[in-house]
T-cell receptor
Framework: KQEVTQIPAALSVPEGENLVLNCSFT??????LQWFRQDPGKGLTSLLL?????REQTSGRLNASLDKSSGRSTLYIAASQPGDSATYLC??????????FGAGTRLTVKP | SAVISQKPSRDICQRGTSLTIQCQVD?????MFWYRQQPGQSLTLIAT?????????ESGFVIDKFPISRPNLTFSTLTVSNMSPEDSSIYLC???????????FGPGTRLTVL
């Protein structure tokens, strides 16, 4: 069964810093990996989707990488802003179409 | 992308009652998923709902407790039956269309059971 782990569980940084969130998974036979953002009490917003054949995806200040063979993905956030404060979830979709989530990283960006 | 709405957005219910949550998608989708997010936890898949067939439940979830309907390609319901305080969670509907890789989520239904 796929296990997804996110490190760190929580992170607090001053505004303007670049930061990296980590995600690891135990089964490398994946279909894709998706990063989400969740604000308190809200649903999930899709940030970036990386197909199993891809190495990275970029959107604005966000860059996500995927190393399938080692079971790792990182989400890089450049020039962090207070509005980036949220919980970031990594989810891995298997070839049987089910999606497994990590526990998330709770990010706080201080003004 | 898919736009997903859920009703109700939140509810407070008494122990022993049942609540039906509705999920509406703005396009036809093959697969719909129901997730639960308990307080402070990540998401756990409850079941996969395919139109025209019985829902497929994950380990630890049963049809008697979480009956699901999927009458067409744009709509599904999840019922939380005989509720207890342990059922207090956010329940999220999610979709991905056939051939589409990206998964989308509804805004969630926040359920509190007293």
């Amino acid at each position: 069964k796929q296990e997804v782990t996110q490190i760190p569980a929580a992170l607090s940084v001053p505004e303007g810093e670049n930061l990296v969130l980590n995600c690891s998974f135990t089964d490398s036979a994946i279909y894709n990996l998706q990063w989400f953002r969740q604000d308190p009490g809200k649903g999930l917003t899709s940030l970036l989707l990386i197909q199993s054949s891809q190495r990275e995806q970029t959107s604005g200040r966000l860059n996500a990488s995927l190393d399938k063979s080692s079971g790792r993905s990182t989400l890089y956030i450049a020039a962090s802003q207070p509005g980036d404060s949220a919980t970031y979830l990594c989810a891995v979709r298997g070839n049987n179409n089910d999606m497994r989530f990590g526990a998330g990283t709770r990010l706080t960006v201080k003004p | 992308s898919a736009v997903i709405s859920q009703k109700p957005s939140r509810d407070i219910c008494q122990r022993g009652t049942s609540l039906t949550i509705q999920c509406q998608v703005d396009s036809q989708v093959t697969m719909m998923f129901w997730y639960r997010q308990q307080p402070g936890q990540s998401l756990t898949l409850i079941a996969t709902a395919n139109q025209g067939s019985e829902a497929t439940y994950e380990s630890g979830f049963v049809i008697d407790k979480f009956p699901i309907s999927r009458p067409n390609l744009t709509f599904s319901t999840l019922t939380v039956s005989n509720m207890s305080p342990e059922d207090s969670s956010i329940y999220l509907c999610s979709v991905n269309a056939a051939g589409a890789a990206e998964q989308f989520f509804g805004p969630g239904t926040r359920l509190t059971v007293l």
